[in-house]
């Protein structure tokens, strides 16, 4: 299961380099850089060593733990062995069985968990929901069967990232497509489309919420978007921007 899971994800992930860089953050420092990303307890480095000395850099990994973020949860993943490809293998510590992470190569007192926020109250998430279905029903169509909803407030306010799938049909070369609108909740309770992203290329199949995370600790979470490919997938990481948010790594 875990060779064949890569396998897939290889093509993709040689096309992106997913590190959180550019200017320096508020307060200062440098964005620690996203080196790999867990999926349902499979890790993939995004990041293979190359040259001569690859094999020791590899082997030099095994023991190494590396700083998780997790749905705006702070946890560390420890490398025990390398697969055949080099890929790692290893596990979270204290039974932590998180769905999706970001693993940094940073230290957990340079990133921020989202400890203390308030958690959304039913009717913020039906309102939600209902902007939603109403922003992922095509102009000419039906609206969505089911959605995926997330609702968290990413340290200045409340946000809702929702997915939905529909068949791709037999023209296409993906099996769906996945189509994907963030918003936000006003001060009137009202909730806001702010970001779209839209699949470009007819390799590209759609996007789906991957994980959160305050990576740059400056107090609001960034959002790890997946891109499906047809021969795999990628990763956008999301930034909140003045008027929305803004595509900071891809």
Known sequence: MLSKFRLLALASISLVTLA???????????????IGVVTEGIAERLHQP???????????????TFTAMCDGSVGAFKVTDLGDDGAWVGGFANAYKPKRCLLLDAGADTVQAAKGRPSAKPEQINAAKAAAVVA??????????????????????????????????????????????????????????????SPK???????????????????RDEIALRVDLTDGYAYRVLKHGKKGYDVVVK
Not at 50 to 64: D, H, L, P, V, Y
Not at 179 to 191: A, R
Not at 204 to 217: E, L
């Open 136 to 197: 992922l029903t095509p102009k000419k169509g039906e609206p969505p069967n089911k959605v995926e909803l997330t609702v968290f407030n990413d340290g200045e306010g409340f946000v809702a990232v929702a997915s939905t799938t529909r068949s791709a049909g037999e023209k296409s070369n993906c099996l769906d497509h996945t189509s994907l609108v963030i918003l936000t909740e006003g001060e009137d309770g009202k909730w806001k489309e702010v970001f779209r992203p």
């Open 201 to 219: 290329g007819k390799g590209t199949c759609g996007y789906t919420f991957f994980t959160r995370g305050d990576v740059d600790a400056d107090g």
């Open 20 to 34: 959180v860089t550019g200017d320096a953050d508020a307060k200062g420092g440098k964005k620690p850089p996203v």
């Open 50 to 64: 190359k040259g001569k000395k690859a094999k020791k850099a590899q082997k030099s990994e095994i023991g190494k």
